[in-house]
Nanobody, 126 residues
Framework: QVQLVESGGGLLQAGASLRLSCAAS????????TGWFRQAPGKEREFVAG????????AFTDSVKGRFTISRDNAKNTVSLQMNTLKPEDTAIYYC???????????????????WGQGTQVTVSS
């Protein structure tokens, strides 16, 4: 059984920084890509960032480019999302997900991800 657990969410003011972590456990394949998604109230879930198994490729949605970074530690089975200069529009539930069908790569399509965490709330006040 595969389990993804996010941590690090919270309530903070605009301009602050926050680091989210995603810890994976269970019978995951040797290579899998990881994505971070978010869902704000009344909106669809959207891709935020992704990273390949070997960390050679990352991608970000336009609204977070230059503010967010993504990294992973395969020895610890963790993926982190560093969020800087947070804005109220970043408020959402953040989910990490594992793409185990793309041979270590990742996509921006939520349907391509087989495993999901339960989510962590990030609230940014103005």
């Amino acid at each position: 059984q595969v389990q993804l657990v996010e941590s690090g969410g919270g309530l903070l003011q605009a301009g602050a920084s926050l680091r989210l972590s995603c810890a994976a456990s269970g019978q995951l394949p040797e290579w899998y890509g990881t994505g971070w998604f978010r869902q704000a109230p009344g909106k669809e879930r959207e891709f935020v960032a992704g990273i390949t198994w070997d960390s050679r490729r990352t991608a970000f949605t336009d609204s977070v480019k230059g503010r967010f970074t993504i990294s992973r530690d395969n020895a610890k089975n963790t993926v982190s999302l560093q969020m800087n200069t947070l804005k109220p529009e970043d408020t959402a539930i953040y989910y990490c997900a594992a793409d185990t069908s793309s041979f270590g790569d990742f996509t921006a399509r939520s349907d391509d991800y087989e495993y999901w965490g339960q989510g962590t709330q990030v609230t940014v006040s103005s």
